[in-house]
């Protein structure tokens, strides 16, 4: 299957709401996962024969246990209040890309096995049955979402696209049909302790080459220590920040806060992952199983706090979920929240005058920040309500002089996905991904023109990969994407040797 | 006894039986399911006191339908303002002796206009969904139906403006229904059909979209409060599985 050329979407100064093309994007559908990734999950290799029935079984289990997918399928008053919200359906013109039709695919379903008047009058309230047709669409349709929640704060009932494209990726794997992206990486997850299969001696090797990289560029002797035990943080951080550039600029910037303000930290190489793609399937047992291997690191460690890194759905995973899949963290110290995002950290020590910097290390570049959705709309930062903007725009103005926000209705709880989350970055689905960065791209063009801005910082493994692909593609430079603790590490007065 | 007033009499009872018993079923069926996860959505509150201000919000304000899209919100919004100063005015005839304030003449002639209001705003919805071809893509049959049932309601409700009914008796047939001492429902065209539309009405709103009504406050990205690190939030299907190992 060869991922075929398509057409590229010109840049407007505004993002049009475009007249819809029906199946413009139908073809598009990510590789499915082998069989032997789908077992290592607790799934069945291939689809099932009955796989209707056990799809159904498994919708009304679903329905059963989760408050949202019910009250969800039930309230939709088809309003059409979503339907321009969706990057995806900016981008594709696909009507199954606005939320509400990408809802209905599961709906029509609902409907005429859940309810009466989809029994009795399905042509009048679009009720189908789960056809292998409907089953392809969903396959195809709800690997086009990133479960980034943009609809959902526009919509008058608060319907949340994400929760039902995660049980219809969860109803699929139960019947065989999985996602390979993101199946196979779950798998090394588990097996491994991080979504790149980097095995220990890899990881403590990568370790010290940054600390020689470090030491040569500053003459500081920057540590990233891996399962020391006793240290007071356990860093869980993307892999991405090993060494996919621009993400491991920020894993240094981290390395450097926590030696400027004497922090003793660790990595784990058992728990080497912050990412959780458990939620991208919408499987709360693999989910939990991910999220576990933290506590165990945790406690095998002796740590005294948890520290997240730059990453989207992690931190959502990690600051909502986190306790509640693998708490309670009582054996830590409950002077600080659990877990921590860096940003919190790192905006603390700005707070209490512990970290100084020299702005003017940055002055080369002018800065936008880009939320990424999940910290955005699915997660918080400090203790005041939308910590999750200021924190970090915080740390940028402290770190930095030129600092600009793209427009109001594509930033904080309105930011546009980069159009490669929710298990999404892979390169099957390339072009939904550059056909679904073009609304984030549009309003990076009119701060570029209008500010002169030369840089998006993020704070999101998949973000700053997807980035660096758009912005190539979209004539932007690769490098005009750069990670948070970049700029920290940057512009950071270094005292301590 | 005419047949028309037993039949509407009959029907009324199990209406009634079937809005009451099939929503409070809903709602019921609604607060057993857990929610196993924090997902609310920003601006999250923190405290079970901001949540119920943001919903006291939604349900007057449509806040994020506003920001959403204003011709809808502007439809909307008319629409069930309208409904509910319908509904107020209503009150007359299943109170007796009339609630003083419900006899308020503003309540009674606002109860009035806003019956244009709702015609206006429904029509504006309907256009939406015929015009704006992301609208029409989604909307199915029962969609237009639902629409064109509660505008011939109103426009029945309005039209007896012009064709006289005796509204005392009415409100007798109603307090009767009540207290179980029946009295005749005159047997008007226009007030019949105004009856039996409301009457189905009562009778599909368990089983449509209008659930958005109770959904609303269920909807776990709205109600829940954004605390999930101070305090450990987890469903009961979740802790069998920690007890499982
Ligand atoms: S905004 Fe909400 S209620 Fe309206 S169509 Fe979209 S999902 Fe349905
Ligand atoms: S969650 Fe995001 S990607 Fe999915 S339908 Fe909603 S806006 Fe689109």
């Keep these: ?497 | 006894m005419s047949f028309v007033t037993i039949f509407y009499g009959i029907s009324f009872y199990v209406a009634t039986l079937i809005l009451f018993i099939g929503l409070g079923y809903r709602i019921y069926e609604y607060s057993i399911i857990p929610s196993p996860l924090k997902i609310p959505t920003p601006p999250a509150p923190k405290t079970k006191s901001g949540v119920a201000i943001r919903l006291f919000r939604e349900v007057v304000f449509f806040e994020s339908l506003f920001s959403a899209t204003k011709w809808t919100w502007l439809f909307g919004w008319l629409f069930h303002f309208a409904l509910l100063l319908a509904a107020l005015r209503h009150l007359r005839y299943f109170t007796d002796p009339v609630w003083f304030w419900v006899s308020w003449e503003i309540v009674q002639a606002a109860g009035h206009y806003a019956g244009y209001m709702m015609v206006f705003g429904l029509i504006g919805l309907l256009a939406r969904r015929i015009f704006v071809d992301r609208v029409r893509y989604i909307s199915n049959p029962s969609d237009y139906l639902m629409l064109i049932l509660i505008i011939a309601i109103a426009v029945t409700g309005l039209l007896m403006k012009w064709f006289h009914t005796d509204i005392y008796a009415v409100k007798m047939f109603f307090i009767g229904l009540m207290y179980f001492q029946w009295s005749e429902l005159p047997s008007d065209f226009i007030l019949l059909l105004h009856l039996s539309l409301v009457l189905l009405l009562m009778i599909i709103f368990p089983y449509s979209k209008l659930l958005h009504a109770p959904g609303l406050f269920f909807s776990p990205t709205r109600n829940q409060t954004d605390n999930a690190r101070d305090q450990r939030h987890i469903s009961d299907w979740a802790k069998k599985l920690e007890s499982k190992k």
């Excluded at chain 1, 608060?158 to 390979?180: H, L, N």
């Excluded at chain 1, 240094?252 to 190489?269: D, M, N, P, Q, R």
């Excluded at chain 1, 700053?464 to 430079?477: D, H, L, N, R």
Aim: with cysteine; net charge negative.
């Design chain 1, 1 to 497: 299957m060869a991922v075929k050329e398509f057409e590229k979407p010109i840049l407007k100064e505004y993002t049009p709401i475009p007249k819809l093309v029906e199946e413009a994007t139908s073809h598009l559908a990510p590789f499915k996962s082998k069989e032997e990734f789908q077992k290592s999950l607790g799934y069945p290799g291939e689809l099932v024969e009955n796989w209707e029935e056990v799809a159904l079984d498994k919708m009304g289990d679903l329905l059963k246990k989760y408050r949202s997918l019910r009250v969800y399928m039930d309230s939709c008053i088809q309003c059409g209040a979503c339907t321009d919200k969706c990057h995806y359906y900016l981008g594709t013109k696909d009507p199954n890309n606005m939320p509400v039709g990408r809802q209905n695919l599961m709906r029509g379903v609902y409907r005429k096995h859940f309810t009466l008047p989809g029994k009795f009058f399905p042509k009048l309230v679009g009720a189908v049955d789960l056809t292998k047709e409907v089953l392809d669409d969903w396959y195809s349709y709800y690997h086009q979402c990133s479960q980034c929640r943009r609809c959902a704060v526009f919509c008058p009932i608060g319907i949340d696209t994400a929760e039902i494209s995660m049980a219809a990726r969860e109803i699929m794997d139960s019947v065989g049909v999985g996602q390979k992206y993101c199946n196979e990486i779950i798998g090394k997850a588990n097996k491994i302790g991080n979504n790149l299969g980097l095995p220990k001696p890899a990881l403590a090797d990568t370790l010290e080459g940054l600390e020689e990289d470090v030491e040569e560029e500053t003459g500081i002797d920057v540590k990233f220590p891996l399962d020391v035990k006793g240290a007071d943080v356990l860093l869980i951080t993307p892999s991405a920040d090993f060494f996919a550039e621009p993400h491991v600029d920020g894993l240094i910037g981290y390395a450097k806060v926590f030696h400027e303000a004497g922090i003793s930290w660790t990595l784990s190489s058992y728990a080497s992952e912050a990412a959780n793609f458990g939620m991208f399937i919408g499987s709360y047992d693999n989910m939990r199983k991910l999220a576990l291997r933290i506590r165990e690191a945790a406690l095998e460690l002796g740590v005294k706090r948890i520290v997240f890194g730059e990453c989207g759905h992690a931190w959502r995973v990690a600051y909502s979920f986190l306790n509640t899949l693998a708490g309670p963290f009582d054996f830590l110290d409950p002077r600080y929240p659990v877990p921590q995002h860096i940003c919190e950290v790192t905006h603390d020590l700005i707070n209490k005058n512990i970290l100084k910097f020299d702005k003017s290390a940055n002055d080369g570049k002018v800065i936008t920040f880009h939320d990424s959705c999940n910290v955005a709309r699915a997660s918080g930062m400090g203790d005041v309500m939308g910590g999750q903007f200021s924190l970090p725009r915080d740390i940028i103005k402290a770190t930095t002089n030129n600092f600009y926000d793209m427009d109001d209705d594509t930033i904080m709880e309105k930011t546009f996905c980069c159009g490669g989350g929710g298990g999404l970055l892979t390169d099957d689905l390339i072009e939904l991904r550059m056909k679904g960065a073009q609304p984030r791209m549009e309003a990076l063009k009119r701060v570029v023109e209008d500010h002169g801005v030369t840089h998006m910082a993020a704070i999101c493994a998949i973000c700053k990969s997807q980035f660096s692909k758009a912005f190539q593609y979209y004539g932007f430079e690769l490098d005009q994407i750069i990670s948070l603790h970049q700029l920290v590490g940057d512009a950071l007065i270094m005292t301590k040797k």
